[in-house]
């Protein structure tokens, strides 16, 4: 379910929120996939391909969310979300974290599947006292990646679901967006951008958007900018240790 360019170009060759994954270290991460050869595709990468199991399984219900467990240990216990979206339209929520509070509103009609994970997840304390290991602070591509509570870029919930993608995303600031390790690998891991990032392509679901307030919050951390430690663009982050405390629906 989501690293620094130090100079864009050398940077967007490295990638491939959330997001893609590293082949290194199977992280879940935020980066342009667009300019990534296919031996870049990580680990992560679902594989089920056998048409014969394709052809067994029966198709979700009209409707319907498919979240399939991965085989992966969860970074915490949780259960599998409920396949029938619990909220629609607007969700609003507030992120608590050392940076202050970050309001969002997460978009339920366009990415029911996307936010139906986010909600079961929040509400069931899986985001609660997990690091935001990860800023990227490139003008072209400028995100602090979250929802890893093991804080190691390559924890997820245990579970994987399909991509909700028009093809026509932009990630413009204030933007909350997956972290992906491929297509169709959507976890727990995701990326609020805190400026306009032309430097990602259109394979990341876009599922909500951060409120002026919490962008101010954002944007002031990312002037510090970030360590440059990741191999695939960004690091830690040079304002300090950014975690989120808990996240409340409603």
């Given at each position: 379910?989501?690293k620094?360019l ?12 959330a997001?893609c ?6 992280d ?11 031996s870049?595709t ?16 029966e198709a979700?219900a009209?409707?319907a969310?498919?979240y399939v467990?991965?085989?992966?240990t ?5 259960d ?12 609003k929520i507030v ?6 509070d970050i309001?969002?509103?997460l978009?339920?009609?366009?990415t ?8 079961s997840?929040?509400?069931q304390?899986?985001?609660?006292d997990?690091p935001c290991p990860?800023?990227?602070?490139d003008?072209?591509f ?7 509570p093991?804080?190691?870029g390559?924890?997820g919930?245990?579970?994987s ?11 413009p600031?204030g933007?909350?967006a997956?972290?992906?390790a491929?297509p169709?690998?959507?976890?727990s891991q995701?990326f609020?951008v805190f ?7 259109a ?6 958007t951060?409120?002026?307030a ?8 990312a ?5 440059g430690?990741?191999?695939a ?7 300090g240790p950014i975690?989120?405390?808990s996240?409340?629906?409603?």
């Amino acid at each position: 379910m989501l690293k620094r360019l130090v100079a864009v170009s050398a940077t967007l060759a490295c990638l491939s929120l959330a997001a893609c994954g590293n082949e290194a270290d199977g992280d879940e991460t935020a980066a342009d996939p667009s300019t990534s050869s296919s031996s870049e595709t990580t680990s992560e990468t679902p594989s089920e391909t056998p048409s014969e199991s394709s052809s067994e399984s029966e198709a979700p219900a009209a409707g319907a969310c498919e979240y399939v467990e991965d085989g992966s240990t969860a970074a915490k216990p949780v259960d599998l979300p409920p396949s029938e979206p619990t909220v629609s339209g607007e969700v609003k929520i507030v992120f608590k974290t050392t940076l202050g509070d970050i309001p969002a509103t997460l978009d339920a009609d366009a990415t029911p599947c996307t936010v139906n994970s986010f909600v079961s997840l929040a509400e069931q304390g899986f985001f609660d006292d997990s690091p935001c290991p990860r800023m990227a602070t490139d003008p072209a591509f400028g995100i602090l990646q979250c929802g890893d509570p093991s804080g190691t870029g390559s924890g997820g919930p245990g579970y994987s679901f399909a991509d909700e993608l028009t093809g026509q995303e932009t990630y413009p600031a204030g933007t909350l967006a997956m972290a992906n390790a491929g297509p169709d690998t959507n976890g727990s891991q995701f990326f609020f951008v805190f400026n306009d990032s032309p430097g990602l392509t259109a394979n990341y679901n876009v599922f909500g958007t951060v409120d002026p307030a919490g962008l101010k919050l954002l944007t002031t951390a990312a002037k510090k900018g970030d360590d440059g430690s990741h191999p695939a663009g960004g690091g830690v982050p040079n304002a300090g240790p950014i975690d989120i405390q808990s996240v409340t629906i409603g």
